[in-house]
């Protein structure tokens, strides 16, 4: 096979969907207990919160009365009171006090979405309950390893091409300059894909998870690096763009304590650099039918990954 042909991406977004994938909303440390933060996502707007047990809730916006913004009101004993007239809703979404004492309709109700805190990350999940767990780290839990989570910025550009970066082996060499080689095979599972490369003195095991996350543990010269990227659109042109790094808690590594906030600050540097190599070309280019080659079949095959990839408009839109 000569060349592969893949499909416009924007094309299947005009329809109002975004991928029914977790996407991150935001750091977890900015949701400190009483803080009711809002957020642009997925063209509409949510809330987070933690509720009396610490849990993250992530809800819809928009007051079911007249649709005043959620995120201007308070939170009142765990519950979220509206700014307008005080209607309140529960962790649930259901509306729990009207002050006028009218009784309350059914319909007053705020969507709440699957809602996990995974890797400094609170995520939400697009649509009404979660098909899929939510991303993880190849090979490591958040217990094994000293990491750190960071916002990197909103960025322009198609969240699809961001994600391909994970299987498009060739420009690790290209455009980062590093020495790597590839996987004979990805495995492509409903949900990831996944694939090991075994090379002397080096390995690679990177996840995409859903849409909108790929992980990675690299061992460059026997060491143990893991990285998460993840990034979530604003709206049809902007996304949020985050990442975690982490190494093995101390007294997993044999690298004769070298001081580990400093190793964790290194791979952040590292992780930054190719990030900064990345986005001015992300951020620029028109994601299209391409014409692919023989060497760009893991490519191909993410392509057609994210095509059939189920899409939804979000619900509490
Ligand atoms: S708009 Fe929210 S209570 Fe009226
Ligand atoms: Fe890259």
Same mark, same amino acid.
């Given at each position: %096979?000569?060349? +592969?042909?893949?499909? !416009?991406?924007?094309?299947?977004?005009?329809?109002?969907?975004?991928? $029914?994938?977790?996407?991150?909303?935001?750091?977890?440390?900015?949701?400190?207990?009483?803080?009711?933060?809002?957020? !642009? +996502?997925?063209?509409?707007?949510?809330?987070?919160?933690?509720?009396?047990?610490?849990? @993250?809730?992530?809800?819809?916006?928009?007051?079911?009365?007249?649709?005043?913004?959620?995120?201007?009101?308070?939170?009142?004993?765990? $519950? =979220?009171?509206?700014?307008?007239?005080?209607?309140?809703? !529960?962790?649930?979404? @259901?509306?729990?006090?009207?002050?006028?004492?009218?009784?309350?309709?059914?319909?007053?109700?705020?969507?709440?979405?699957?809602?996990?805190?995974?890797?400094?990350?609170?995520?939400?999940?697009? *649509?009404?309950?979660?098909?899929?767990?939510?991303?993880? %780290?190849?090979?490591?839990?958040?217990?094994?390893? !000293?990491? @750190?989570?960071?916002?990197?910025?909103?960025?322009?550009?198609?969240?699809? &091409?961001?994600?391909?970066?994970?299987? #498009?082996?060739?420009?690790?060499?290209?455009?980062?300059?590093?020495?790597?080689?590839?996987?004979?095979? +990805?495995?492509?599972?409903?949900?990831? +894909?996944?694939?090991?490369?075994?090379?002397?003195?080096?390995?690679?095991?990177?996840?995409?998870?859903?849409?909108?996350?790929?992980?990675?543990?690299?061992?460059?010269?026997?060491?143990?690096?893991? %990285?998460?990227?993840?990034?979530?659109?604003?709206?049809?042109?902007?996304?949020?763009?985050?990442?975690?790094?982490?190494?093995?808690?101390? =007294?997993?590594?044999?690298?004769?304590?070298?001081?580990?906030? $400093? &190793?964790?600050?290194?791979?952040?540097?590292?992780?930054?650099?190719?990030?900064?190599? #990345?986005?001015?070309?992300?951020?620029? %280019?028109?994601?299209?039918?391409?014409?692919? =080659?023989?060497?760009?079949?893991?490519?191909?095959?993410?392509?057609?990954?994210?095509?059939?990839?189920?899409?939804?408009?979000?619900? *509490?839109?």
């Amino acid at each position: %096979m000569d060349t +592969i042909t893949t499909v !416009d991406p924007a094309a299947a977004r005009l329809d109002g969907s975004y991928y $029914q994938t977790w996407y991150p909303v935001c750091l977890a440390g900015e949701v400190l207990a009483g803080t009711l933060l809002g957020v !642009d +996502i997925l063209d509409t707007r949510v809330i987070v919160y933690r509720d009396d047990t610490g849990r @993250a809730v992530v809800q819809s916006a928009w007051c079911p009365h007249l649709g005043a913004d959620l995120s201007q009101g308070t939170l009142v004993e765990g $519950q =979220v009171r509206c700014p307008y007239h005080h209607w309140r809703f !529960d962790r649930g979404g @259901a509306c729990s006090h009207i002050p006028t004492g009218d009784r309350i309709p059914s319909a007053a109700r705020i969507v709440t979405y699957p809602t996990a805190e995974a890797w400094g990350f609170i995520w939400l999940f697009n *649509g009404t309950t979660a098909m899929f767990d939510p991303p993880r %780290m190849p090979d490591a839990t958040e217990a094994d390893l !000293d990491w @750190a989570a960071h916002f990197r910025g909103i960025r322009s550009g198609p969240g699809e &091409a961001a994600l391909s970066n994970g299987v #498009d082996f060739q420009h690790l060499r290209t455009l980062h300059g590093l020495n790597t080689t590839e996987p004979d095979e +990805i495995t492509v599972r409903d949900h990831e +894909i996944e694939f090991r490369v075994e090379a002397a003195g080096y390995s690679q095991h990177g996840i995409i998870s859903g849409m909108s996350t790929f992980a990675q543990h690299l061992t460059p010269a026997g060491r143990d690096l893991f %990285m998460l990227f993840c990034g979530a659109p604003i709206d049809r042109t902007r996304r949020r763009s985050f990442f975690t790094v982490g190494i093995p808690r101390r =007294v997993d590594r044999q690298d004769g304590g070298q001081d580990e906030s $400093q &190793a964790l600050e290194n791979l952040g540097v590292f992780v930054e650099r190719l990030l900064s190599e #990345d986005e001015p070309i992300l951020e620029r %280019m028109r994601l299209r039918r391409g014409t692919l =080659v023989a060497s760009d079949r893991h490519l191909a095959r993410y392509f057609r990954y994210a095509k059939e990839f189920p899409r939804a408009v979000p619900p *509490g839109i």
